[in-house]
């Protein structure tokens, strides 16, 4: 797309710089009766740009909708819900089938992965950046994500948020069976 509207950008711009450039003796540019562009071309000019910019910015929103939610709610029943908890300096995760110890995330593949992310003591950030998720884990507030994995394999999880002296090492693992 980028290259797209680069071609067709720079093309118009190189069209109308040789359509319209100077020659010798041709005067001003005379455009509307006063010389100058009438009031009629700029408005319908700001009006088509305003109408693109709304039109990708409401294409934007939808997407994010798209992304943040499970396609089928966060209380899809078939979905396995995790609870995450981050504390100084570890995570843990609570689900009713186990599928979690201290430190080891383990979910099978395909299936829609709901977690329910919070803090027990200070700001943490929950993240698995080969599966670009990342949500904050803030004491008194619960913040959900989702994923779905269609290989198996094992991604590290991270924290995001400086937590304190050992925020280096507040690492788990996901594990994809
Ligand atoms: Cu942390």
């Not at 029943?77 to 430190?103: D, K």
Request: proline content about 6%; hydrophobic content about 45%.
């Amino acid at each position: 797309m980028a290259v797209a509207a680069g071609t067709i950008t720079i093309g118009a711009l190189v069209f109308f710089a040789t359509k319209f450039r100077a020659r010798p003796g041709s005067g001003p540019a005379q455009h509307g009766e006063d010389g100058k562009i009438p009031i009629r071309t700029v408005l319908i000019i700001v009006i088509v740009m305003a109408s693109v910019l709304a039109g990708a910015g409401y294409a934007s929103f939808q997407a994010i909708g798209v992304y943040n939610n499970p396609p089928n709610g966060w209380n899809d029943p078939n979905a396995l819900h995790v609870n995450v908890t981050g504390q100084r300096f570890s995570w843990s995760f609570n689900c009713t089938s186990g599928c979690g110890v201290p430190a080891v995330l383990t979910v099978p593949h395909n299936k829609i992965v709901i977690l329910n992310i919070t803090s027990i003591d200070v700001f943490h950030s929950f993240g698995i950046p080969d599966l670009r998720v990342k949500a904050d884990a803030i004491p008194g507030k619960y913040n959900l994500i989702w994923f779905q994995v269609s290989t198996t394999g094992t991604f590290p999880i991270l924290c995001y948020e400086l937590c304190g002296a050992g925020h280096a090492f507040m690492r788990a693992k996901l594990v994809v069976t």
